[in-house]
């Protein structure tokens, strides 16, 4: 079977659910293939900063999952036991300034409904692609597998938005030019009983001597816990027994100890997450553009994942609606140019973004007793001062948003 379209976009996360909604509210025709059906795919990230929640918005998909979202008003930093830094989101001068905590199936249901209603994309799905389609030196579409026999989608662009371990930046061989930087971490996620005493609107971090933790809230009243572990130490860690990992929660928080405990009875009740960066060069080639982890790779620090995505997707979306309202024959070098303009509006704030996870990576892991006081003064400072939190969270957490005249009520996104 073989499928005309204008954007085949190969990826059903958040980011290529967006754009096709995006491109399907600008008229453009597409086909989307995701490698599992429905909604059944295995995420950590649920965390949408305050400017994913304006791009939610803006694709007028925020009232559908409003229900479903947690809203959440701190960030709160631990260090040696004394909390050195705690961030009031709604402090921020913007108009959307909390993020929000959405388990990812209920995002991406809501993408694909809101996409249906409009009936400009054909899903395929379960569908994978195992081969890009060429003209000479451009790529035409791709060729794909599903339960029902082989298909061949053939587009005018394709739109590589399948994530970090991308089959589409392989098989056009954009993949040469990538960067891979390997963090000095790796993540071992679970999930716990929620504490009682805990502040379930909190995102936390502990953080001990050299090791640290993430603490966040789930949409299931769960606990979401991200142990930071040296960069291939797992092998190490369950060499010492479960025993050794409650140890290690209970170092960062003692008041989890028992949690831990009834929770995590076998190591099949966590998941290992290898955590690097990948920059990409060149986020294009002809017939292909790449978004999200598939062109910029980012670590779970601050949750940025999700958001770029996003972000990629609304920015990308007008920029080929436009190219591909030109002649056919004047297409190819528009869509060029479309992909080269997307990737200098948005590289920027990847790279913003990515140098302040390695730094905050940096603070996480020191070790010495010294450079751990001067860390602990770092936050003090930050936490004493809204104009140095609003410069260090800005970059990460409103890079599409400018702050409202004081004149201007701020808006609720949510109440949980």
Known sequence: MTIATEVCVVGGGPGGRALALALGRLGRRVVLLEQRAGAARIFRGESISPDGVRLLAGLGVLERVREHAHEVRRLEITDGGARVLDIRFETFPYAYRHP??????????????????????????????????????????VRATTPDGPVEIRADVTVGADGRYSTVRRLCGIERGARRTDLD????????????????????????????????????????????????????????GLGLLHARLAELAPELEQEAVAALRSWSDTTLLDIFTTEVRRWSAPGVVLIGDAAHTLSPILGQGVNHALADAVALAPLLAEALAEPRSARPAALAAAALTFQQARQGAVRRSRALQLRQERMFGIEAPIAAALRRAVYRTVNASPALQRRVFAPAYFPGQRPAPADRPLRTEQRT
């Open 100 to 141: 929000v905590e959405l388990a990812q199936p209920v995002l991406l249901s809501a993408l694909a409904r809101a996409t249906a209603e409009q009936g400009r994309c054909t899903v395929l799905e379960p569908a994978s692609a195992v081969e890009l389609l060429r003209d000479g030196g451009t790529v035409r579409g």
């Open 185 to 240: 971490r790796d993540v071992v996620w679970m999930k716990l009983p929620f504490p009682a005493a805990w502040d379930r609107c909190a995102y936390r971090v502990r953080i001990s001597s050299g090791r640290h933790g993430l603490f966040l809230p789930s949409t299931d009243g769960t606990l979401r816990v991200g142990l930071n572990i040296p960069k291939g130490g797992l092998r190490e860690l369950r060499s010492g």
